[in-house]
């Protein structure tokens, strides 16, 4: 065998944990909207929280895993809860759109952490990345126009955009919180804490909010739960071993992944209007990616 072929074996291997990672997680986004659509949103995130702190925390223990540094502590709060509100907004929006178009428009959370950065990180904003949000507000345009111009005006659509914008916002600071987190923890501690975070500040609604799952609702969230640790963990190895610029392509293919799913369990079909935005909305990522590379995986859906 050739002398650089166990390399290039090698440097295959984070593409394909992030390929297969981002696969599952629009698996797990399909079984979560059915969830939300039953009861609702936060129930959904409430359950799969707790599902998933049930699964990892006995996986983290027998890991090896230590209690984390209070910075590293501190990075799985913030995390935890920004993902509890992002995700719960994301799932909410999905109740009313198609699974593709809401993906679609989540896509342009790479174009608003360019933005964050500039505030949060004082780096400059170039006329490259001005273009590029440009084009990616054109393509969420487009989507939404096409969406809120079917039948008139469709209420329902616009909280369901607004959600998943919304949640877009949030996923930007949760690019910034991801990187920071990956330096410091293990992907097997990140998908610990992330569910156990989660389910602690969700958990302080549930004496109001809190409803019993049905049976076919407890089989959504067990699912969710199970494909979310197992995403996490494949996406967080891939992107501990390769650069972002590398692997941010792969993000795309979540697009893909969510037409499909959208087709096959809820009988959504792929419109003109949802192919050109997102089409819109992937040059404007790949030319801002082209000086300030972000990640734009689910990590926390």
């Known amino acids: 065998m050739p002398s650089g072929q166990p390399s290039k074996h090698h440097h295959m291997m984070p593409f394909l944990a992030v390929a297969a990672g981002i696969a599952s997680f629009s698996v797990m986004d399909a079984l979560m909207k059915g969830a939300s659509l039953e009861v609702g949103a936060y129930n959904a995130m409430l ?37 509890a509100i992002m995700a ?21 959370a790479p174009l608003i952490a360019l933005y964050l950065a500039a505030v949060l990180l004082g780096e400059k904003i170039e006329s490259r990345a001005i273009f ?12 939404a126009g096409a969406r809120l111009s079917e039948g008139g005006y469709s209420s329902q659509a616009a909280w369901g955009i607004a959600a998943i914008l919304g949640s877009a916002v949030l996923y930007a600071w949760n690019l910034i919180l991801q ?6 923890a293990a992907p097997i501690e990140v998908a ?14 549930a004496p109001w909010l809190a409803v019993q799952p049905s049976t076919a609702v407890q089989g959504y969230v067990s699912g969710s739960a199970v494909l979310a640790a197992i995403s996490l963990m494949m996406i967080s190895w891939g992107y501990g071993r390769e650069e972002t610029q590398v692997l941010l392509p792969l993000e795309y293919s979540a697009f893909v992944w969510a037409a499909l799913f959208g087709w096959l369990i809820f009988d959504e079909a ?8 997102a089409v819109l909305i992937v040059i404007g990522c790949w030319i801002a990616a082209k000086r300030q590379p972000v990640h734009t995986e689910q990590t926390v859906l």
């Open 132 to 143: 590029a949000s440009v084009l990616g507000l054109a393509g969420v345009a487009v989507i």
């Open 47 to 83: 359950w799969r929280s707790l599902l998933g702190a049930a699964l990892m925390v006995p996986l983290w223990r027998l890991s090896g895993g230590v209690w984390p540094q209070r910075e590293a502590l501190r990075l799985h709060g913030l995390r935890g809860l920004n993902g």
């Open 270 to 277: 792929l419109t003109l209007p949802t192919i050109a935005g």
């Open 192 to 205: 610990t804490f992330q569910a156990l975070f989660a389910s602690l500040f969700l958990g302080l609604l």
């Open 88 to 108: 719960t907004m994301f799932f909410y929006g999905l109740k009313f759109l198609p699974l593709a178009e809401g993906m679609a428009i989540s896509f342009i």
């Open 179 to 184: 990187r920071q987190q990956a330096k410091l």
